[in-house]
Structures are given as structure tokens and as C-alpha cells.
């Protein structure tokens, strides 16, 4: 193993779904299929691609590729989410809220893999509308993509850090 190697953080690869796609031919039916991937590195970085080809593995292959480059930083305050978020794709809605330590994963099965991936340990998600695994995952990916951490919002609230985390612990407001 070279230096460079030991460097790159050990990534956690999911296979949400695979999709066996059949077209019809003059002589038959010719298959294809299509992976739905979920890869993160477990410390706040997480993306999802779809791969598509003609054998299984290779289309899993190409879809870990994809969501290696579509990987980015997500907001982590320890083990949970800063804030409650909401985000929708489609007619796919989650709603995640952050949980006490020790809580754990309350999430649909595609969104418990971009939270395990991510590094997210307590979390309660819930998932409204339409459960298509394709636009439950960009839904997911957007809420996380909203997040913001303590210090981006009290900067530009103008209040202190912990004032912010008091208040939030609370259920209250900053002001």
C-alpha cells in the first residue's frame, strides 16, 4: 500500500436498488440493468448515482464511480443534524429532525443508507408522498444539502454560538 492510499478514507458503498430493463429485439429480449448507489465515507460526505449497463456488477461499478465525483460535505453537530429540516423531490417529501444520543436511525430503508454512509448515528426522518426509491434519495440528499451548521446561523442572526445552542435544546428561539 502506498502513501496516497492509506490517506483516502475507507467508503461505505450501499446498493439501494437494481432494475432489470428488457428490450425487445428482432431475436428476443436484450437485458440491461440499472443500479441505484449510495456511497459515503461515514465523517459528513455522502452522494448517489444511478449506474446503468448491461451485467449487474458493472452497472454497480459505474454507479459507485458516479457517486464517488457526486459526493459532497454534509452537516454533522456529533451524532444527529444541527436543525430540523424539511425538502422535497418530486412528490417525495422527508422531514428530518435531530434525536438525543442513543436514539438511533429512524428512517425508510434509502434513507437510512445516506444516513449510515453520511455518518449520521440519531436522526428521525420521515418520508411523505411517493416512496420511489429514485426520488426518496434526492429528496434526502437536498434536506441534507439545506443544513446549516450552528455557527452559519448565529453569524448571520448576529447572536452567540452557545445562546443559539441553548435555545435550540430548549425548543425556544435566539431572540
Known sequence: MTEHESDKPELIEKVIKINRVAKVVKGGRRFSFSALVVVGDGRGRAGIALGKANE??????????KANKSMKKVKIEGRTIPHPVFASYGSSKVIMRPC???????????????????????????????????????ATMN????LKSFEEIAERRGVPVEKLR???AIGGTSQ
Not at 442513543?102 to 428521525?124: F, K, N, Y
Open 56 to 65: 449487474v456488477t458493472e452497472a454497480i461499478r459505474k454507479g459507485i464511480e
Open 100 to 138: 438525543e444520543a442513543g436514539r438511533g436511525l429512524v428512517a425508510s430503508m434509502p434513507t437510512r443508507a445516506i444516513m449510515e454512509c453520511a455518518g449520521i448515528q440519531d436522526v428521525s426522518v420521515k418520508t411523505i408522498g411517493s416512496r420511489n426509491p429514485h426520488n426518496v434519495l434526492k
Open 143 to 146: 434536506a441534507l444539502y439545506a
Open 166 to 168: 441553548s435555545a435550540m
